[in-house]
């Protein structure tokens, strides 16, 4: 039985501001899981509506573990970071089936909003 897929597309990147109130820290994430014995190298490349893509951005993840990669802060050895209130597409490839899906907490109104959905997967 498979556990997961290799590939997940994420279309509707789009990092919040940070908001007023700062006990709340708006963010995207992306969590991850590996259901697998091996260990997943885990490549993400961002596709970005007005310039060319940035890849070669990896993660590792354990046999049997959950990460959660926030997607506000330096990401891989790149220490690549976003920037606020760009639109972008997050294109997950892993070398071993794993389980994928994308969060946004936007703290900008007082009722904040959160959500998580999960990805085109091939």
């Known amino acids: ?10 279309c509707d990147g789009y990092l919040p501001p940070k908001g ?24 993400l490349s961002f596709i970005f509506e007005d310039r060319d893509p940035e890849e070669g951005i990896f993660v ?11 997607l506000d802060k330096p990401m891989g050895e790149k220490n690549f970071t976003l920037g606020e209130s ?14 994928a899906c994308f969060g ?9 909003a959160y959500y998580s959905v999960e990805g085109y997967t091939f």
Not at 2 to 10: I, S
Not at 20 to 43: R, S, V, Y
Not at 60 to 70: F, I, N
């Open 1 to 10: 039985m498979e556990r997961g897929k290799k590939n997940w597309v994420f």
């Open 20 to 43: 007023d109130n700062p006990e709340f820290e708006g963010h995207e994430a992306l969590m991850f899981t590996n259901l697998n014995d091996e260990k997943a190298k885990i490549e």
């Open 60 to 70: 590792e993840l354990d046999g049997m573990r959950t990460t959660c990669v926030r």
């Open 86 to 99: 760009v639109q972008y597409t997050v294109w997950v490839k892993s070398d071993v089936p794993i389980c």
């Open 104 to 112: 946004r907490l936007d703290v900008r109104q007082t009722n904040m």
